[in-house]
């Protein structure tokens, strides 16, 4: 009897300016995930990175200027849903993880195994970053329009069913993606589990360009439930 199959997979790798960090969470995504389908949603990055996915057998999509991450993963997420079926499984996440991207299998196993509609990681130990704010407002706008309390809503690692990434497009725009698509997820009713995992990524930081980045991070987040209200 003929082994069975892997069933059909896409991972979307959101970057910009990672020719550092691409090659080897390519790298990670197809040891975790054999014959999975790779792109790199790549924000019109200044350095390698698009060359460098290709080069790594990922399909690179990028356009001339910069969208922004909802508008350049949402793109891929329309390229994947026109190649898969609806049951094939996707999986989003930021190519800053590096190497780290192979802990992310049990995102998709959750998925597959009808455990949940959207897995979302949550990291293990956090790693730098601000004061909080950015997430605690999150958590608690999401509490209050749909009744969930995360400890992750931000997390870009994410899995789910092609035919559940249908139902969540438009995605918001910017860093607003994580927020919106989980108050979207859950409107629609999709069961949504955080599930704990060892990873890491580049912090920001409490620095000029840190803090610059997480105010960038409150105004896409605050637009996107300003939108959902």
Known sequence: MAAPSEPARVAIVAARNE???IGPALDGLRSALPGARLIVADDASRDET???AMRHGA???SRGRPHGKGGNVGAAAVAAIGEFDEDATVLLCDGDLGNATGELRPLVDAVEGERCDLAIASFAKREGGGFGFVLGYARSRIRRLTGADLAAPLSGQRAMRISTLRSLLPFADGWGLE???TIDALRLGRRI???EL??????TGRTPAGFLHRAAQLRD???AVRARR
């Open 19 to 21: 020719a550092d960090r």
């Open 50 to 52: 698009q060359g460098l």
């Open 59 to 61: 399909w690179a999509i």
């Open 179 to 181: 927020a919106g698509m």
């Open 193 to 195: 589990a955080e599930i």
């Open 198 to 203: 060892p990873l890491t990524h580049r912090p």
């Open 221 to 223: 987040v605050r637009r």
